[in-house]
C-alpha cells in the first residue's frame, strides 16, 4: 500500500481494478496523457495474482494512492477509493477505460459549482455507440452512463454506493442523486468506455437485479411499469439475436 500525497487538488480520478493488468495499463497511461493536471490519482486492486501489483510499486511517484487487498466487489472497492479521495469532484475510471482524448479533462468547468458533471461515453462493442446524458422527465434525474459522471467530494462521502447490488449500484446511484437541477451537462465525449464493463453486459443475473430494484427502491409506478417492459423487450430481442 502507498499512502498519497499530502494535497488539495480539484479533482481524484479513481480506478478499480483486479487481475486485468493488460487493462490497468490502458486506463493509466490514458491518465498520464492529460494536459490538465490539477489531479491526484488513486488505484484501488483487489488483490490481484497478476503483475499488478509489481506495477503499482515501479509507478509509485506517479500514482498517489494505492491498495491492494481484497474486497467485496466493484461497488465496495469504490467506496474506498472514494473514502480516501481528497479532491473536490472524484471521478470513477475503471480499468479498460480510458479518456477519450489528452484534452479531454480541460474541457470540464470544476468552478461550475454543481454537485454532478455529466458527458458523454463512447462504448466500445460490435457496433460502437455513444451514451448522451439526457433528462428523465418523469423523475427528474439525468440518465447518464457511469464512466461520464463526475460528482463532488462530499457529495459521494453522504451517498456512498450500495454494497447490497453486486451489479447495478451505479444505476440506482444515478436514480437517486443525480438530480437535473444539480447536474451541468455536457454533450462532448469524456470516455472511451471498454466493451464488457459489468454493468452493460446483458445477463439474467443483471436484469433480475435490475428487476429486484425495481421492486425494493423508491421507483415511481409509471416509471416501474417503463423500465420493466424496456428490460423485458430488450432482454428478448438480444437473447433470440443470439
Known amino acids: 500500500m502507498k499512502i498519497k500525497k499530502s494535497k488539495n487538488p480539484i479533482l481524484s480520478i479513481v480506478t478499480i481494478c483486479f487481475n486485468d493488468y493488460d487493462a490497468l495499463i490502458k486506463t493509466f497511461n490514458s491518465v498520464k496523457k492529460q494536459n490538465f493536471t490539477n489531479y491526484e490519482y488513486l488505484i484501488i486492486d483487489g488483490g490481484s495474482k497478476d503483475d499488478t501489483i509489481k506495477f503499482l510499486k515501479k509507478n509509485n511517484e506517479i500514482i498517489d494512492y494505492w491498495v491492494s487487498e481484497n474486497d467485496n466487489g466493484i461497488y465496495d472497492a469504490f467506496n474506498k477509493g472514494i473514502i480516501k479521495s481528497k479532491g473536490k469532484y472524484i471521478h470513477l475510471l475503471n480499468a479498460g477505460d480510458t479518456y477519450m482524448n489528452s484534452h479531454s479533462l480541460l474541457n470540464i468547468d470544476f468552478n461550475c459549482g454543481f454537485d454532478f458533471i455529466c458527458s458523454s461515453v463512447l462504448?466500445?462493442?460490435?457496433k460502437d455507440w455513444v451514451w448522451l446524458p439526457f433528462i428523465n422527465s418523469i423523475s427528474n434525474y439525468v440518465n447518464v452512463s457511469h464512466p461520464g459522471l463526475i460528482v463532488k467530494n462530499e457529495v459521494y462521502f453522504n451517498n456512498l454506493y450500495s454494497t447490497k447490488y453486486k451489479i447495478v449500484s451505479d444505476e440506482l446511484f444515478i436514480y437517486n442523486n443525480v438530480k437535473t437541477e444539480k447536474t451541468k451537462i455536457y454533450n462532448d465525449i469524456l470516455v472511451e468506455m471498454s466493451?464488457?464493463?459489468?454493468?452493460?453486459?446483458?445477463?439474467?443475473?443483471h436484469e433480475l437485479e435490475k428487476h429486484k430494484i425495481l421492486i425494493k427502491e423508491k421507483f415511481r409506478n409509471k416509471e416501474k411499469f417503463i423500465l420493466h417492459i424496456k428490460y423485458i423487450l430488450v432482454f428478448l430481442k438480444k437473447t433470440l439475436l443470439k
Open 123 to 126: 462504448k466500445k462493442s460490435s
Open 195 to 205: 466493451d464488457g464493463g459489468i454493468s452493460t453486459e446483458l445477463s439474467i443475473s
